[in-house]
């Protein structure tokens, strides 16, 4: 534990004896955002270690943050499935477009003796 520079009024030994009386304080910061139940491990878990009497884990707080990050990420995957589904239809929609504009070629294609491939070549080269 670093030492803090010692005040003017206060003595060396006055320093140590609030070292032995003030509890101390610790704060863990963790890699990933944990879910409730989660949470209720850890402080399960660090109550269990001697020397530790009490331990906050501002659950009330983690609750709200929680839930709105839940949301935000169910909404998020909705948004995206809607997207996705409409950018299909999209280009659906645009390939039979395109068959119908191209149709009299398609079937001169067909009739020389092209393959399926060669006549939607024009489609896939963009």
Known sequence: MPT??????M???????LKVRLPYFYNI??????????LR???????QIKGIKNIEVFSKNHTKIYSTLKITQNV???LFLAILI???LIFSKQVRIWSYEQREKIEVMQLHGATLFYT???????
């Open 4 to 9: 803090a520079p010692v005040p003017a009024k």
């Open 11 to 17: 003595s060396a030994k006055t320093l140590e004896l």
């Open 29 to 38: 910061y963790l890699d990933d955002f944990p879910t409730l139940s989660q």
């Open 41 to 47: 491990q850890i402080r399960l878990e660090l109550l």
């Open 76 to 78: 998020s995957i909705i």
């Open 86 to 88: 409409f950018s299909i």
């Open 120 to 126: 939607f070549k024009p489609i896939m080269i963009i």
